[in-house]
């Protein structure tokens, strides 16, 4: 599937080349992988880390709401007292306008006031206001405008506590007061009982580090703001309200935010987080830069790779394709530079062993048909010499002058077979049927011509030899030979004997000839000669054995040919071996 | 004729001049209605709430304030600090009070606050302490000159009683002077009367002793100073700070009084006088703060009201302690502390 669609893919981009193919093929296999991890690792950092950014932040959110309530709840409980024997005496004197008796009561509860303030950081005062405003506190004595400041005041959930939203109290600080109704026993008029909380405590319980852009606010139910690191903020509504602080992403002021809150039952106030987006995704988008820079890097590795393997394994292809194409040209003597043991180098080597190899074969085959033309040119020449044809044709006479019709019928038709497997319609190859049968024409016609001083016995044991294919031409001469140089000289009753068989896959021919056989040296010479060991300049020196020989060896390879064994006085076999494993 | 004319310019000058002159009655009372109907608030800011010697002034001044129908102010830090007192002072010309009358040092800081609340058109007078450099309306209080000249009379008449030789050259009479801090200028005025009084006699002073206005730190000091120098003969307290704390709070300071030691002060309270009674303290000047308290109010009550323009300063006059009023002072100064 994946190999049909990028056909499609190469055909459709028009991209034909193996270099380009591999280049593209090398890509995608390398880069895929790398993009699908790195997208996929960097998904799973970035949902990491805002996980716990989000959790870092409702946790800091969580703690501070613990931490406000841990104070407020402590300040509810001095708030929240009992009945106090000296506010009580206080409150009645006060009432009484016994300013003598009182004294020494005030500055008790401005004593108390004081070292309750000394214990808790961030408390700014403590007061207790009558009915028509008047008041006693740590710094003594004053008067406030209690309708305006019942109006900043809301209760919490219980409803026995109340808060004030931010305001500017007696000594000019910005602060939340926490009120509580006190009933004394002694009178019938209930005092409020308050304590004001500087803002600047909100601050310290907010103090985290989220980043530089990052902030903490407190806000009260109706989205009023508490605290707010930028005070002219303070009082003013809070754009994020939204039926409450949702956690959410939101942008403000051209800044994204990530909004975590918790909500205090005790104080009835939000406590709300604004994480800097950017500052959360500084770290994601440093990893989102190593992962690009890694990417891009890795990209370039994998280009370079890409053109260096795709050059490296097409470059010899071109070349081959290239030389392919010259050696089609009939340009044989292109060779391939190769080095390295992979396919590519083993192609190219066998290209050039290929290319040897015709050469080779085309070097033997002009040799061996000049060999071949040459042979027969003086097979010809020597079957057809005026003497053998003249000698042959006067039997052929005296046979019919004799009226002896069927001999000359029959040497006729010798002499034309005898010509017509000589030149076997131009064929090099023929079959050793045929071979046998020339000789068997030969012989018959010598046996003729010589008063048939000599027999002759073919003799092929193997009948299946008879249907393979040799050289032409290649037992008549050693034949001639032993006739000539063997029976000839001899006085003796002499015999040829052609013995054809197999063995060992090998096919051998031996043409034995009880003549005058050949003295030891010279049996020494020609065999050193045929196999190579000894070289002559004289081309005619024992031509027809080295023919038949050479021609073999060019045929079948170096394990054949011929081979001369002699009794010198009492024959002469020459053994021809075709070893046709060796065979082209 | 004339009478005819005259006759006739008289009812022309009724006919012009009477409704101008309804129209300006009527917006007289209007001006006064209007005052009547404002709530004037006056603060009083003592050096400190801790300092029980200011608990008279406050007490005489709620007082006061019943009677003249207006809101009064008390507010200090509870321990005597420049700092804060002075950012209480700067809340209260935020806050836009009418008037206030405040317990200072003549130093340049408060001089600038003080002048700024009457820059804001707050109407200033000081008490007990004040700052004549600023343009503080007025100042109530004693003469602290003259106080510190009665306390020296009244420590060398102590002297003769016991028979000792104040004017012996050849043998010094050690005195420690211990004052709340240098530069405030009622204190410098008690200890420059003292001084002068003594300065022909073998009175020496061989310390003074600085308790930065604190109650504690006071004791704290005479215990330590008494402990090191026991040989003193006089000492010499320019306020009450340590007389608040009963005496067995002080037995170094009981050990010397008992050896013979002479002590002399200023300031006169419930405290002062047991002290005073168990025979630790020889003489004592006090001031009147009730009337700083209640002088001090309708003073300024009556510039804020009806412009009525104060003298500089009020002398609100001494009250000594001997032998002989002890008893009765005892029955008329009240204690401050909850027992």
Redesign the interface.
Known sequence: MFNNLFKKLFNKIEIHTIRTKLIISFLIIGLLPILLSGLLSFNIYRGAINDRISAYSQEMVNRMERDLEDYISEIETFLSREQDFYINQFIKLTQANDFRNNRKYAFRIWEDFNNLKQMKPGLEDIAITFQDGRRISSYGTYNIDLENFRARMYSDSSGDISFTSPYTNYLQQEVITIVSSYYPEIAEENVLISADIDLDVLANLTDFNLGEKSYFLIADQNGDIIYHPNQELIGERSLLYNAGFPDRKLNLNGEQYILTSTFSYATGWYIISMASADEVEAELNYITDITLYMTLVVLLIIILLTIYLSSSLSRPIQKLQELTHRASENDLSVKIDTSGNDEIAELGQSFNKMIRRINKLMEQNVREQKLLRKLEMESLDNQIKPHFIYNTLDLIIGLLENKDFDRATHMVEALGKFFRLSLSHGKEMVLIRNEIKHVKNYLFIQQFRHGEEYEYIIDVEDHEIMDKHIPKLILQPIVENAIYHGLLPSEKKGLVIVKGYRENKNIYFKIADNGVGIPAAKVEEINKILTGRLKTDDQQKYFGLRNVDQRLKLMYGGSSGLRVESVEGEKTTVIIRIDQRGGN | MFAQKNRLLFVLIVIIILPALLTSAAGAENIQANENDEEI?I?YVPRS??N?IF?DA???A??KA?DLGI?????????YNEEAQI??I??LI??KVDGMVVSVNNTPEYIDVINRAIEAGIAVATFDADAPDSRRLFHIGINNYEAGKVTAEGLLTVLENRNIDYNQQEKKLDTMIMTGVRGALNLDSRIEGFLDTVEATNIRVQDIVENQDSVNLSVELLEQYLQQNPEIDIIFFVGGWPFYVPAEALPNFQQWSKNGGVAVGIDIFYDALLLQERGLLQYLVGQDMATMGSKGLSTLYNYIKYGAEPREYIETGVEVADDDNLERLLQTH?????K
């Open positions: 608030t603060a709430l801790d029980p608990l406050f007490e005489h709620q007082e019943i809101n009064i102010e008390w507010v200090a830090p509870f321990v950012k209480i700067e809340s935020a806050r009240r204690p401050w502390r909850v």
